[in-house]
C-alpha cells in the first residue's frame, strides 16, 4: 500500500470572500434593509460630521483672552481656557490648588497601583490605600493638622464631582453587599429592614433625597447640631446608589450554584467564612460589568448635587455664562466640554472593567 502524501497546491481565496470588500458586504450590504439603513446613516454622517468638525475644530477660535478675540464662526474655546480653573477647582484659593492636584493625583495612583504591583502585594497595598487614601485627601482638601482650612462651601468644579464619586463607590459597595446579605437573610427582621431600605431608596429619584438629605436630615440631629451641606450630600448619594448597589451583588449571589454552599457547609465553614471564602468572591466577579456601570451612574449623578447648591462642574458653567464679560452664548461649547469629559472619564472606567473582567476570567465559560 503507497502510503506516499502528496501535498495540495495551496489556491488563494477568491477576492470577494476576504477584506473589506466582503466585510462591506456581509455587514453593510447584506439585506435590502440595511443597505437603507447604510445609506441612511451614511447620508446623516456626511451631512452633519464635516461641519462639526469644522466648528470644533478649523473655524474654532484658540487664542485670546476675551469674548471679542472670538472672530472666527467656529467655538469659542478661549471661553473654556479663562475658565478652566474654575471649572476644575470652583472657589477653592487659588494658592492652595496644589492640594486638590495632590489629591487628585493620590486618586490616580491608587487606581494604577493595582495594575502594576506584584500579586503577593497588590491586596495588602490595595486595602492600606483604601483606608488611607480618603483621610489623607480629605486632610488635604478640608485642612487642619498644620495645613489652612478650607471650608467645604469652597470646593467646587469637576474637582468636587470627582470626589464625590470616589467616596461614594468606596462606601456604597460594602452597604450594598450588607444590604445583600441582609436580603437573603433567615432573620425576618433583618430581611424586612433591607428590603424596606433597598425599596424606598431604589423606588425615588435622587434629586428627592438629594432635597431630604439637606432640608429634612438636619432635623434628626440634636438641637445646635448642623451637619455640613456637602456631607448631607454624600450621605444621599451614597444611600441611593448602595440600593442599586445591593440589587447588582443579589443578582451575582443568585447566580452562584446552592451545592457550593452545601459543599462549605459539609465542610464545617461558617455562614461568614463561607461567604467570605467562596460566595461573595465568585459573585463579585459575576457582577463585574454591573457593579461597574452602577460606579458610572453615580459618577454622572454627582451633576445633580447643583440642585442643593453645591457649585460642581455644572454649576460653574452656568455661572460663567451668566458673567457679564461672557454674555456671548457660549452654552454649547460649555456643555460640550463638560460632556466630552465625562465621557473621557466614564469610558476610562468601562475599559478598566474590560481589563479586570479579562484578567478574572469571569466568563465562566464551559468547555
Not at 466585510?23 to 443597505?35: A, D, G, I, R
Not at 495612583?109 to 483606608?131: D, I, M, Y
Not at 471650608?151 to 464619586?165: R, V
Not at 425599596?199 to 438629594?210: C, D, M, S
Request: aromatic share 14%.
Amino acid at each position: 500500500m503507497d502510503n506516499t502524501f502528496t501535498p495540495i497546491e495551496a489556491r488563494k481565496p477568491p477576492s470577494s470572500a476576504i477584506g473589506p470588500i466582503a466585510w462591506m458586504k456581509e455587514s453593510l450590504f447584506s439585506s435590502p434593509v440595511n443597505t437603507l439603513l447604510t445609506v441612511f446613516f451614511g447620508y446623516l454622517i456626511i451631512r452633519f460630521v464635516p461641519p462639526v468638525i469644522d466648528w470644533a475644530f478649523i473655524s474654532a477660535n484658540w487664542v485670546g483672552t476675551t469674548q471679542d478675540e472670538c472672530t472666527k464662526s467656529g467655538a469659542c474655546w478661549i471661553f473654556i481656557k479663562q475658565w478652566f480653573s474654575q471649572l476644575l477647582y470652583g472657589s477653592y484659593p487659588e494658592n492652595l490648588h496644589w492640594r486638590v492636584n495632590l489629591a487628585l493625583i493620590g486618586l490616580v495612583a491608587v487606581v494604577v497601583l493595582q495594575f502594576f504591583l506584584p500579586q503577593h502585594l497588590r491586596r495588602r497595598v490595595g486595602w492600606v490605600s483604601l483606608l488611607v487614601y480618603p483621610l489623607v485627601s480629605l486632610w488635604l482638601m478640608y485642612g487642619g493638622f498644620g495645613l489652612e482650612t478650607v471650608s467645604t462651601d469652597k470646593w467646587g468644579g469637576f474637582s468636587l464631582n470627582i470626589l464625590l464619586a470616589f467616596a461614594g463607590i468606596l462606601m456604597s459597595l460594602p452597604i450594598g453587599i450588607i444590604w445583600a446579605l441582609g436580603r437573603q437573610s433567615k432573620m425576618p427582621f433583618v430581611r424586612v429592614v433591607c428590603i424596606s431600605s433597598i425599596e424606598l431608596f431604589r423606588g425615588v429619584p435622587l434629586i428627592t433625597i438629594l432635597f431630604m438629605g439637606s432640608v429634612m436630615l438636619p432635623l434628626f440631629f440634636p438641637a445646635g447640631v448642623q451637619l455640613d451641606k456637602l456631607m448631607r450630600a454624600f450621605i444621599a448619594i451614597t444611600l441611593f446608589q448602595s440600593a442599586y448597589m445591593a440589587e447588582v451583588i443579589r443578582g451575582g449571589l443568585q447566580a452562584i450554584p446552592k451545592g457550593q454552599v452545601e459543599a462549605a457547609n459539609s465542610l464545617g465553614l461558617g455562614y461568614w467564612k463561607t461567604m467570605r471564602l467562596i460566595v461573595l468572591p465568585q459573585a463579585l466577579k459575576i457582577s463585574i460589568p454591573n457593579i461597574v456601570n452602577t460606579f458610572i451612574a453615580l459618577f454622572k449623578d454627582t451633576t445633580l448635587v447643583l440642585i442643593i447648591g453645591l457649585f460642581e462642574v455644572l454649576s460653574t458653567i452656568q455661572a460663567a455664562l451668566q458673567n457679564s464679560n461672557w454674555l456671548g452664548g457660549h452654552h454649547i461649547e460649555g456643555y460640550v466640554f463638560v460632556a466630552f469629559v465625562f465621557w473621557v472619564f466614564c469610558y476610562t472606567m468601562s475599559r478598566i472593567s474590560v481589563h479586570i473582567e479579562n484578567k478574572l476570567n469571569t466568563g465562566h465559560s464551559r468547555s
